[in-house]
C-alpha cells in the first residue's frame, strides 16, 4: 500500500476531518485598519510640515463616516493654516451652527473673512467674537477694520471698549508688522500697545481732532521710540500746525 493510500485510511480511522477556513474581514475591522492607517498618515505628514497630504488624510477619514467632530475641527485650522482661507470659511461655518459660541472658530471666521479682503463680513464676525473672547487684540482687529471703511465713530467707540479690557502678559507680547516708511521692502516689528495708539491717532486725525490725534501718536512714540508710521504722522500735524501760524 502506498503512503497516499495509508494516510487515506489513517484519516477515515480517527474521524479527522480537516477544514480550511478562510480569514473574513468584518466591515467594523476594515473601519478600524483604515482609520489607523490615516491616523498614522496625519501624524507623518504633519512631523514634515506637509498641511495637504493631512488634509487629504482627514478627508479619507471622514469618508469613512467617522463620527468623531474633532477631525473637522483639525481641518479647519489645517485649512487656515495653509492659506487656504475660502475653505477653513465655509468650515468653520458649518462647525459654528452647532457650536455657535466656540471662540476658535469664531475666530477663524473673522480672520478667514479678513484674509479675504471681506471687511465688511470680517467686522460682523469680530463682533459677535468679541462678547464671548472679552480679548483686547480682537477688539484692535475690529477697530482696524472698521477704520479701513471709514466707520471712524464706531472705530473710535471700539478703541473706548478695548482699553476697558484686561491688557494679560500675553496681550501685551503681541507684535505687528507694519511696512517700513524708509523701505517699502522691510518691514517694522511694533508693539500691539503701539500700534494701538497709532490707529487711535489715525482715527482722530480723519475726525479732523489734530491736538487728540497729536497725543495718541506721541504715546505710540513713547512705547515705541522708532516707530516710523507714528513719526511721520507727527510730523505731519506739526507741519500743519506750523503751516497754520
Known amino acids: 500500500m502506498n503512503l497516499k493510500n495509508k494516510m487515506t485510511i489513517l484519516f477515515m480511522l480517527t474521524g479527522l476531518n480537516v477544514t480550511v477556513h478562510a480569514q473574513k474581514i468584518t466591515v467594523a475591522t476594515y473601519h478600524k485598519m483604515e482609520l489607523t492607517k490615516y491616523?498614522?498618515?496625519?501624524?507623518?505628514?504633519?512631523?514634515?510640515?506637509?498641511?495637504?497630504?493631512?488634509?487629504?488624510?482627514?478627508?479619507?477619514?471622514?469618508?469613512?463616516?467617522?463620527?468623531?467632530?474633532?477631525?473637522?475641527?483639525?481641518?479647519?485650522?489645517l485649512y487656515f493654516g495653509s492659506g487656504k482661507y475660502n475653505s477653513s470659511l465655509l468650515l468653520s461655518k458649518e462647525l459654528l451652527l452647532n457650536k455657535p459660541q466656540d471662540e476658535g472658530l469664531l475666530e477663524l471666521q473673522a480672520l478667514s473673512y479678513q484674509n479675504l479682503g471681506n471687511a465688511v463680513e470680517a467686522i460682523k464676525s469680530y463682533e459677535k467674537l468679541i462678547p464671548v473672547s472679552n480679548n483686547f487684540y480682537h477688539a484692535y482687529q475690529l477697530a482696524y477694520l472698521q477704520f479701513s471703511i471709514k466707520r471712524l465713530l464706531e472705530a473710535s467707540k471700539t478703541l473706548d471698549v478695548a482699553m476697558t479690557m484686561e491688557k494679560t502678559a500675553t496681550i501685551k507680547k503681541i507684535e505687528l508688522s507694519f511696512p517700513s516708511v524708509q523701505d517699502q521692502n522691510k518691514t517694522q516689528i511694533v508693539p500691539l500697545m503701539a500700534a494701538f495708539y497709532n490707529l487711535r491717532g489715525l482715527i482722530y486725525y480723519d475726525l479732523k481732532e489734530n491736538e487728540k490725534a497729536k497725543i495718541a501718536f506721541e504715546t505710540a512714540l513713547k512705547i515705541m521710540p522708532t516707530f516710523e508710521y507714528a513719526q511721520q504722522s507727527l510730523n505731519a500735524i506739526d507741519m500743519m500746525a506750523k503751516t497754520k501760524e
Open 39 to 77: 491616523q498614522k498618515v496625519i501624524k507623518q505628514s504633519l512631523a514634515y510640515g506637509d498641511a495637504n497630504t493631512a488634509i487629504q488624510a482627514i478627508h479619507s477619514i471622514l469618508a469613512l463616516k467617522e463620527k468623531n467632530s474633532n477631525y473637522k475641527d483639525s481641518l479647519v485650522n
